[in-house]
Nanobody
Framework: VQLQASGGGLVQTGGSLRLSCAAS????????MRWYRQAPGKQRELVAT???????DVSDSVKGRFTVIRDNTKKIMYLQMNSLKPEDTAVYLC??????????????????WGQGTLVTVSS
């Protein structure tokens, strides 16, 4: 299973961006998905989580501004970011817990990471 993150860019304070995280592979199921971010010189921070059933949780630092949604049919997770602040500047990464089913009948559970997408908020 592979994840591809996209949608980052440069935006002014107060602006909006929507990030996407698309899963690809063959014969797999995606369970929980998450967005993390890492700013220069800081630890990685969990920003948002969404379960396969659509239950969500976001960090206090982005509550009321960021929304996480997913399209299970397309196997894509989105992070809608509104009212962006300079402190939101970071590389945003996604991960997902998956179960993969091989033609031989083997079932493998794992966690995949996407590459980061850079979000820069100018003041």
């Amino acid at each position: 299973v592979q994840l591809q993150a996209s949608g980052g860019g440069l935006v002014q304070t107060g602006g909006s961006l929507r990030l996407s995280c698309a899963a690809s592979g063959s014969s797999f199921r995606i369970d929980d998905m998450r967005w993390y971010r890492q700013a220069p010189g800081k630890q990685r921070e969990l920003v948002a989580t969404i379960t396969s059933g659509g239950n969500t949780d976001v960090s206090d630092s982005v509550k009321g501004r960021f929304t996480v949604i997913r399209d299970n049919t397309k196997k894509i997770m989105y992070l809608q970011m509104n009212s962006l602040k300079p402190e939101d500047t970071a590389v945003y990464l996604c991960n997902a817990d998956y179960v993969e089913f091989s033609p031989s009948g083997t079932v493998v559970a794992g966690r995949a990471w996407g590459q980061g997408t850079l979000v820069t908020v100018s003041s």
